[in-house]
């Protein structure tokens, strides 16, 4: 008898466990948001939230003050939520899948339209905007551009990542292309640069060999190319239709202008593949010595530009990528989106949108880990500028200058990730391939186009 109570007694505690499990399962579950609310909502921000960051982005304190600063600005104004931050994930991939990636993380225009549309991991922001009353006039329409996939709003750019060069303001001098104290100018031309990069080309003895070019471009990356791909229209690529073009007039007479330079000797093509005739050319050429203007890929890589010039004892400067005859200046951004499944939307919703008020952005840029500011007012102020010898003087304006005239320099911006895979291979094995052989590269952007639609149509 008592050997049937101890069983009946533990069958009673199994599935009490049982029962006790799925009950926290049950309430443990992640429900889809929309971001859509009602009219007249009005955001109640308190509670816990947690930031996930990439460790590679943000690998050591140092590079984690920016972030840790617009936390605790946002904490000051909104001290009834508790924050936890996470720096040490190399993959969001396996997290986004769990649903346990944080209420909020941070990622960039290239990543936006793989996560919000391909994984729909991002919550819409466009009503938050509005229940919030956030004003985007200030914000570089650019930016603003850059966080929005098929009319919607899902992540706030944190920085103004215009892609610019620094350059050799003694070699200018020399060549006679500047009067001492005389910098380049912030609306300056690609027909500039030619005339630029014509003057400037240095030969060895020999008078074949190379020692100083116009520019380094390395042309494998998509901020490299992509504003060819503007130059003349911007309708290389169609939303609606879900297809590229390539073999336009426009799109060819952009690519063009790379030919051109390739052909004149007035770049030196950063990582490409070259052969024959040309490799010997540029061999005295290399990405830290011999190019004029030095290609600046992001704002927090000035100083390893402006060291090299320091240490050489070189003038040097900054200026503005030159304008084309449409919009044309590659431009990305750093943010943050609210991950759909998270359990607090106001408080996610309100801290990520606070990088678009002037609070939120001093927060981010004033300090060590800092960049370029998204609200126009901010751009024109100095607070941001890197203030340590060496970097007095220079042309910051060249950061925003241009902003009417921004594009998306990623092509993972504009098209899908398998898409975006296609451009960048084939560009890259196009400008390779020239540089060996002289392809004949028209045909070559033929292929590209019939890839990239045969894709985005089974994608679609």
Not at 45 to 55: D, E, M, Q, S, Y
Not at 75 to 86: A, G, L, Q, W
Not at 248 to 261: H, T, Y
């Amino acid at each position: 008898m008592k050997s049937k109570l101890t069983l009946t007694i533990k069958m009673i505690f199994a599935v009490m466990a049982v029962a006790m499990f799925f009950s926290l399962v049950g309430c443990d579950e992640r429900v889809y948001v929309d971001g859509t609310l009602e009219e007249g909502y009005v955001p109640d921000v308190r509670g816990k939230i947690k930031v996930t960051c990439r460790t590679d982005v943000y690998p050591n304190e140092s590079s984690r003050k920016a972030v840790r600063s617009w936390i605790s600005s946002f904490r000051n104004k909104y001290p009834d939520v508790n924050i936890e931050t996470d720096f040490s994930v190399p993959d969001y991939a396996p997290l986004i899948s769990s649903k346990t990636i944080g209420d909020v993380f941070w990622l960039s225009d290239a990543d936006v339209y793989n996560y919000a549309i391909t994984m729909q991991a991002l919550m819409p922001l466009d009503s938050y905007i509005e229940a919030m009353d956030i004003d985007t006039a200030d914000i570089y329409s650019g930016i603003l551009n850059l966080c929005e996939v098929k009319g919607k709003m899902y992540f706030a750019g944190a920085t103004c990542g215009n892609v610019i060069f620094t350059y050799n303001v003694d070699a200018m001098v020399e060549a006679g292309l500047l009067e001492p104290g005389e910098r380049v100018a912030n609306d300056w031309t690609w027909d500039d640069f030619k005339r630029y990069a014509e003057a400037l080309k240095r030969y060895d003895e020999d008078g074949v060999t190379l020692t100083q070019v116009g520019a380094g471009f390395p042309l494998y990356w998509p901020n490299t190319f992509s504003p060819f791909l503007y130059a003349f229209s911007d309708d290389w690529v169609d939303k609606t239709s879900n297809k590229v073009t390539f073999t336009s007039p426009q799109v060819i007479q952009g690519i063009n202008l790379v030919i051109e330079a390739l052909d004149n000797r007035w770049i030196y093509p950063e990582g490409t593949a070259m052969g024959g005739q040309m490799l010997g050319e540029y061999g005295k050429v290399s990405t830290k010595s011999g190019c004029v203007f030095a290609y600046n890929q992001a704002y927090t890589v000035l100083t390893q530009n402006a060291d090299h010039y320091n240490s050489k004892g070189i003038t040097w400067d900054l200026a503005p990528w030159p304008l084309f005859e449409k919009k044309a200046s590659p431009c990305g951004t750093l943010g943050f989106g609210v991950f759909s499944y998270t359990r607090n939307r106001d408080a996610a919703a309100a801290l990520v949108l606070s990088l678009y008020t002037e609070d939120g952005q001093r927060a981010m840029h004033e300090q060590e880990g800092g960049d370029v500011p998204v609200l126009k007012k901010l751009g024109e102020m100095d607070f941001w500028h890197l203030n340590k010898e060496g970097y007095e003087g220079k042309n910051y304006d060249a950061f925003t200058a241009n902003y009417e005239r921004y594009v998306p320099g990623q092509v993972n911006a504009s098209v899908p990730p398998e898409v975006a895979t296609i451009i960048e291979a084939g560009i890259k094995s196009l400008f390779d391939d020239y540089c060996k052989n002289a392809i004949d590269w028209t045909d070559r952007l033929r292929q590209i186009e019939e890839r990239c639609n045969q894709t985005w149509e089974t994608l679609s």
